[in-house]
């Protein structure tokens, strides 16, 4: 069965190995600690958990959901939402980034772990759209967008803009 967890101590060595696999820099989808040791893990989680409260923020960022999508006891996808949107985030990567390993991709991880997101998504959000970013050469990511009610906003050269209704 499928589910949502906030990133959390209790579940550290999983979460500690799944980031560390996630690529730098994948579909847009960035990850800061990837490769990062396990001494070091530590403190990328208490900042994922303290960043989702709005503590200890690095500059210009804003309070952030770290969510690992759960397939029995292994982690499959992490999910983040972003509570609100900034000057950047509006033309940028907007509220809710996701990945899903390779290894689970087609399967329709992404499609549910979007709707699972979406409906924490809408409690946090206080705009009236969810914003999504997509780029252009990932079609898989724009279904899984447009399979949970979301539209193609507008475009530019590389990426689509996808708003969901909240």
């Given at each position: 069965?499928l589910?949502?967890?906030s990133?959390?101590?209790?579940?550290?060595?999983?979460?500690?190995?799944?980031?560390?696999?996630?690529?730098?820099?994948?579909?847009g989808?960035?990850?800061?600690?990837?490769?990062?040791?396990r001494?070091n893990?530590?403190?990328?989680?208490?900042?994922?958990?303290?960043?989702?409260?709005?503590e200890?923020?690095?500059?210009?960022?804003?309070?952030?959901?770290?969510?690992?999508?759960?397939?029995?006891d292994?982690i499959?996808?992490?999910?983040?939402?972003?509570?609100?949107?900034?000057?950047?985030?509006?033309?940028g990567a907007?509220?809710?980034?996701?990945?899903?390993?390779?290894?689970y991709?087609?399967?329709?991880y992404?499609?549910?772990?979007?709707?699972?997101?979406?409906?924490?998504?809408?409690?946090?959000?206080?705009?009236?759209?969810?914003?999504?970013?997509?780029?252009k050469?990932?079609?898989?990511?724009l279904?899984?967008?447009?399979?949970?009610?979301?539209?193609?906003?507008?475009?530019?050269?590389?990426?689509?803009?996808?708003?969901?209704?909240k």
């Open positions: 069965m589910q949502l967890k990133a959390n101590l209790e579940d550290i060595e999983k979460e500690y190995l799944f980031v560390k696999s996630i690529p730098v820099d994948e579909n989808f960035t990850n800061d600690w990837h490769g990062i040791s001494e893990f530590d403190e990328a989680l208490n900042s994922m958990i303290a960043w989702s409260k709005g200890k923020l690095p500059e210009g960022y804003v309070p952030e959901t770290f969510l690992f999508l759960w397939e029995g292994q499959v996808g992490q999910f983040r939402i972003r509570h609100y949107l900034c000057e950047s985030l509006v033309e907007g509220h809710i980034g996701y990945f899903i390993s390779a290894e991709r087609g399967r329709g992404g499609t549910e772990g979007l709707r699972l997101t979406l409906q924490e998504a809408r409690s946090i959000i206080p705009e009236d759209e969810i914003y999504l970013r997509v780029n050469d990932n079609p898989a990511s279904q899984v967008m447009l399979h949970n009610g979301g539209y193609i906003h507008h475009e530019d050269e590389n990426k689509y803009y996808v708003r969901i209704q």
